[in-house]
């Protein structure tokens, strides 16, 4: 069967690369194969690494793979380049730190995120905890693996920007419990939430019986309306942007370029205090002080490195397109010129795992760099096959007067 063809810029036709989906996401006890090795996430427990685990996490990554981690969308961290025969001791490693599952299948069901500005008073976490506890039993309802929960029970929501599907949310002394995609939801006791948020889970899990291929819950929505039970409260607005670095009550919110910290450093962190991971790829540390002025902590909201997205790319990613570019470099060397409330995503294939909404996107492919002003790594583009400084030249001004706002 012939390969489809795409019209590069410079008018020669090349195949589209094949990608593969493989839907769902690695885990420690599941890891997923790339081409520098195993990938390996970590889930902690309502989002929170101790002192303790911070530092022992880092001291395995130096130990049994690549020295970088990687924080995910999804608030986990990921260890890359961990070789087969060093997969059993970092496994063993992360048992003694407590940041194992009882199985596979439990850990992929513990897909819950965590508001990270709770403090002492605040039940998020113990809510956040028997939530993940439910979905590690035997009888927890066995959800797509990308089907997830936000625990965003503070003050005020700042997890709306999240990928999740079940949300909870505070409504005053109670929890507004609604599924991602509806207007409405169901206001129960904080002591109830958790199985509230299972019951909707199941819900969807019912209609899914009916239409297998639906994988989350504003999908589901689009094809069946919610029982009255879960319509009754109105779900408020809510700001779904990022909220400001630097100290809050809970401590104070660190940046971090592309996500990624390196091993030393987040044992430097540890060794201050715990760290609650976020969805915006950075980091809380829980104790005040002067932050150190390392170039990878990332203080204020201002820095354009927190306006663009990339993958590592090939040929640590086996997905990734056989190219000279590499995604994260490039994404850093063009962040000067991206301006505030702009964002740009460089991904080494058309999957987008690093930024999969819309934005102004690169595309590495054998033939040069795709090029969407206002789309995923999935859309189609509006110039094929550009060098590095061709999209330079593109860029100034970013974008230009013709190209798509976002």
Not at 29 to 47: C, E, F, I, K, S
Request: proline content about 9%; glycine content about 8%.
């Amino acid at each position: 069967m012939a390969e489809p063809m795409l019209l590069h810029a410079n008018g020669a036709c090349a195949p589209v690369r094949a990608v593969q989906v493989k839907g769902w996401c690695p885990g420690a006890l599941r890891p997923m194969a790339a081409g520098d090795g195993l990938l390996v996430r970590v889930r902690p427990r309502a989002g929170r690494l101790s002192g303790e685990q911070a530092q022992g996490l880092a001291a395995l990554a130096l130990r049994h793979a690549r020295p970088e981690l990687e924080l995910t969308n999804r608030a986990n961290l990921q260890l890359r380049g961990v070789q087969a025969a060093q997969y059993p001791a970092l496994l063993e490693g992360l048992r003694s730190l407590g940041l194992l599952d009882a199985s596979a299948e439990a850990e992929a069901r513990r897909n819950v995120q965590v508001q990270p500005f709770w403090t002492d008073a605040d039940p998020t976490p113990a809510l956040a905890r028997e939530l993940s506890d439910l979905l590690a039993r035997d009888d927890a309802p066995s959800l797509p693996a990308k089907f997830g929960f936000a625990v965003d029970t503070g003050p005020h929501p700042c997890l709306r920007g999240a990928l999740a599907d079940v949300r909870l949310e505070r409504h005053g002394d109670a929890v507004l419990v609604w599924a991602q995609g509806a207007q409405h939801g169901r206001v129960v006791a904080f002591a109830d939430a958790a199985a509230a948020a299972l019951a909707l889970a199941r819900w969807f899990l019912d209609f899914g019986a009916v239409d297998p291929g639906c994988t989350r819950m504003a999908d589901a929505l689009r094809r069946q309306t919610l029982p009255t039970a879960w319509t009754t409260v109105p779900v408020p607005p809510a700001n779904d942007q990022a909220p400001a670095l630097g100290p809050h009550a809970a401590g104070q919110l660190l940046g971090l370029p592309l996500g990624l910290v390196h091993a030393r450093t987040l044992a430097a962190l540890g060794q201050r205090g715990g760290l609650r991971l976020t969805p915006w790829r950075c980091l809380l540390l829980e104790t005040g002080g002067p932050v150190p002025a390392w170039p990878e902590l990332i203080t204020a909201s201002d820095d354009a490195r927190l306006r663009v997205a990339a993958c590592t790319g090939a040929p640590a990613c086996e997905q990734a397109a056989r190219s000279d570019v590499a995604p994260r470099a490039l994404a850093l060397a063009l962040a000067p010129l991206v301006p505030a409330g702009q964002r740009l995503h460089v991904s080494g294939c058309a999957k987008g795992c690093a930024h999969p909404r819309a934005a102004t996107t690169l595309v590495a492919t054998e033939q040069g760099l795709d090029l969407i002003w206002n789309g995923t790594a999935a859309s189609r583009p509006d110039h094929r096959g550009l060098n590095p400084e061709t999209v330079t030249r593109l860029f100034q001004p970013f974008p230009p007067s013709h190209a798509a706002q976002f």
